[in-house]
């Protein structure tokens, strides 16, 4: 009986191991997966950045003015961004990754429910 009881104990912790194993794997994952999405569209948005300060430049006649004028879009963009979605962005970033670490908990839940 206690052996039965020592390998069920032994059983349960390997389990736990293996939940916490892929839940830092589906974790992981998608961090590695959204960061590699943000270096990528941080790029393309720099040069269509640069691409459109020039374009400015030529109608004000002023590189300056041009590159500055697309701070501003920035700045402006930054501004609604902090008083309206900061917020909400991130309890959603929170929730994507509560959901991934418990997608494995989720699959384990179900199979054991209909043994």
């Known amino acids: 009986m206690v052996d039965l009881v ?3 104990v032994e059983n349960r912790i390997q389990l736990v191991k293996l939940n916490f194993i892929g839940a830092i794997a589906n974790v992981s994952a998608g961090l590695v997966s959204s960061f590699l999405l943000l270096i990528m569209g941080t790029l393309i ?3 269509f950045s640069i ?3 020039f374009w400015l430049a030529t109608f004000f ?5 041009g590159f500055a004028l697309m701070g501003l879009v920035y ?3 930054l501004v609604f961004y902090v008083v309206f979605a900061k917020n909400k962005t991130e309890l959603q970033i929170k929730n994507k ?4 670490a418990l997608a494995d908990d989720d699959d384990f839940t179900e199979t054991s429910d209909h043994e």
């Not at 006649?61 to 003015?65: K, W």
């Not at 990754?97 to 991934?100: D, L, R, T």
Request: hydrophobic share 60%.
């Open 6 to 8: 020592k390998k069920y």
């Open 45 to 47: 948005l720099l040069m």
């Open 51 to 53: 691409s459109m300060a």
């Open 61 to 65: 006649e002023s590189e300056v003015i």
């Open 75 to 77: 700045l402006i963009l």
């Open 97 to 100: 990754i509560v959901e991934a």
